[in-house]
């Protein structure tokens, strides 16, 4: 691709399918660039993504947001539907339908300048397992778009948005038992116009503005109003849960007699909490991403009143260029007060042998997930059991990547994952017909992933897990916990609870504990207390002597002896010896007791 650069600075490209991309770039200040996108997200369409979590090799800092998209694309089931939201999408959208009349596996059916309907057809034939990601789905209208709009080198634009958990039926395919709801949506992705990218580390920001222009046809000039639809609140009230107290410990009994039986090695059933939204979605946002860091914070508008606000700790799929990645988790337990009880959870995890061998599970399906797509010898594991902290909880992770072969793709690479076993479980075809059977409810968003798809061939994508869900002013939070046979109930089901209740706090507005914990009130129990510390040559007598202090005390620390003088003019209401080395008659402390003694004072002695 020839990029050609403007007298104005704007840069010049066309895609492979022929259109014409005119890319303008401006700076915009990089202080709290991402909050006034935030806040428009509460009454227009749009995404914001962001990566307040680092870790080497793995995670960076990072914010993208778009509003105001010209353009939609949403499916349920094998229909398909593209909608425009003004003047600039209409241009897009018959570049878009023009290309997907050549597209055989596709029905293209009612189309207007303001929506183009499809169907994906039913696959004629029988798809050998190496090829499955081929079989026509939906995502075969992404390939066409994506192949129309393919830029190597402009990693921006692409498709922004999320996918929900019932797309992996369209590549493995069960018995639906739960009623889907009628205006449920499998798949909601955006094509901006307008994308702002934040750098963390250079401390920069800035924006890249898009047109597009094929046959004489352009969005230049055309006009990007769209009204605004403000978030509204509910009076209904609803259930607290879609399951009653202990009724998700009944569900692990029933999955440990699958477990017996061999159906299933492991499963990961969840439960659904709801919550009246009183907030505002971006108020939510802005508290979740405050203090909950995560590697895939993001904040959604999918439009008809639909939201979904979240702080995922687990990559999905990430593709550049040939090479995949994925970061499955497993293992979990709660933090620590403080760094010292935080290692005392991260020892008990990494010796707890059920969450190795969840690990080890979630991984072994995970590298034959890969196996599929990528080049024989290239499926590696790269970290084992790392350890990934967060707000509430601790997590064991493992890293691993491929190379994809040449004949397939990030979206070959998506399919091929869909869903991971960390929320499913293994076989991961059974565990979902376990989970089909078993839940009370859809899982709608859940367990699906959010991110982009870059029209360079690119993909970024996180589980969609820890994320509220917000409906007609009700919120939703799902969690799941790890099921394996020697799981005990109640403590599965006391984990859903820990996993949702971080979400559940943003929601109420509540304080969460950890990065925005407040600091401990110490009442103030020493003030106007004068201590002498009489340091025996000690190497913990200053942390000793900041404990005392912590109390509100004047503390004065003094190398032994401590003469009648000291006494005399620092007038203690206490004497605290410290510990020390050898013998205590080797400092004499028979005399600093006779002293002390001798004013009335008490005498506090530490020994290690």
Not at 561 to 577: K, S, T
């Amino acid at each position: 691709m020839v990029t050609i650069l403007r007298g104005d600075g704007a840069e010049i490209y066309e895609t492979k399918g022929g259109i014409t991309v005119t890319r303008q770039r401006r700076p915009t200040p990089y202080a709290d660039a991402v909050s006034s996108y935030i806040d428009k997200l509460d009454e227009r369409r749009g995404a914001v993504f962001s990566s307040n979590y680092e870790y080497p090799g793995r995670y960076t800092r990072w914010d993208t947001a778009i509003v105001d998209p010209p353009l939609g694309l949403s499916c349920f089931g094998r229909d398909v539907w593209i909608e425009t939201y003004n003047e600039r999408g209409e241009v897009i959208l018959g570049f878009i339908a023009e290309k997907l009349k050549t597209v055989s596996e596709l029905v293209l059916g009612a189309s207007t300048a303001r929506r183009l309907d499809l169907t994906v057809k039913t696959p004629d034939r029988v798809f050998a397992e190496e090829e499955r990601s081929k079989t026509p789905t939906v995502f075969t209208v992404l390939r066409a778009v994506t192949d129309l709009f393919y830029s190597q080198p402009d990693a921006s634009i692409g498709f922004y948005g999320a996918f929900g958990y019932d797309l992996a039926f369209q590549f493995e395919a069960i018995d639906l038992k739960l009623k889907r709801p009628a205006d449920q949506r499998d798949m909601v992705l955006y094509l901006p116009d307008e994308i702002l990218v934040v750098d963390n580390y250079s401390a920069k920001a800035w924006v890249d503005r898009y047109d597009f222009a094929k046959g004489g046809v352009s969005t230049e000039g055309k006009s990007g109003e769209i009204a605004a639809e403000p978030f509204r609140q509910t009076d209904a009230i609803p259930p607290k849960s879609d399951h009653w107290p202990g009724e998700y410990a009944e569900l692990v009994v029933k999955a440990k007699e699958s477990f017996r039986k061999g159906d299933l090695f492991e499963v990961v059933p969840g439960q659904k909490f709801m919550e009246r939204c009183e907030s505002k979605p971006s108020d939510i946002s802005k508290r979740l991403k405050a203090t909950n860091p995560s590697p895939y914070s993001f904040f959604i508008n999918l439009g008809n009143q639909e939201y979904l606000v979240g702080a995922s700790p687990e990559m999905f799929v990430r593709v550049s260029g040939r090479r995949i990645e994925t970061c499955p988790i497993s293992g979990t337990i709660k933090r620590g007060d403080d760094p010292i009880a935080d290692s005392e959870q991260i020892l008990k995890l990494l010796n707890s042998k059920k969450d190795e061998s969840e690990l080890t599970m979630c991984s072994d399906v995970d590298r034959n997930d890969k196996s599929r797509v990528c080049v024989p010898g290239s499926v590696k594991v790269i970290g084992r059991r790392q350890i990934e902290m967060y707000s509430r909880l601790i997590h064991t992770v493992d890293h691993i990547e491929g190379r994809l072969r040449d004949d397939m793709d990030a979206f070959d690479a998506f399919l091929s994952h869909a869903w991971a076993v960390t929320v499913t479980g293994a076989p991961k075809l059974w565990a979902m017909r376990f989970i089909e059977s078993n839940e009370k409810s859809p899982r709608a968003w859940y367990g699906g992933a959010i991110g982009m798809v870059g029209f360079n061939g690119d993909m970024n994508t996180g589980l969609t897990l820890r994320t509220i869900r917000i409906k007609d002013g009700i919120a939703e939070v799902r969690a799941g916990a790890t099921l394996l046979y020697d799981s005990n109930p109640e403590e599965e089901e006391a984990e859903t609870e820990l996993k949702a209740s971080a979400m559940l706090a943003a929601i109420r507005d509540a304080k969460i504990a950890n990065s925005a914990k407040a600091a401990r009130d110490v009442a103030p129990v020493g003030a106007g207390v004068n201590i002498l510390l009489v340091d025996h040559e000690d190497s913990f007598v200053h942390t000793l002597a900041n404990y005392f202090r912590q109390t509100g005390a004047t503390v004065t620390t003094v190398r032994t002896p401590a003469p009648e003088e000291v006494f005399d003019r620092l007038d203690p209401d206490l004497v605290v010896l410290s510990p020390g080395p050898g013998n205590p008659k080797d400092f004499d402390c028979k005399a600093m007791i006779k002293t002390a003694r001798a004013r009335d004072l008490p005498i506090f002695g530490v020994c290690l």
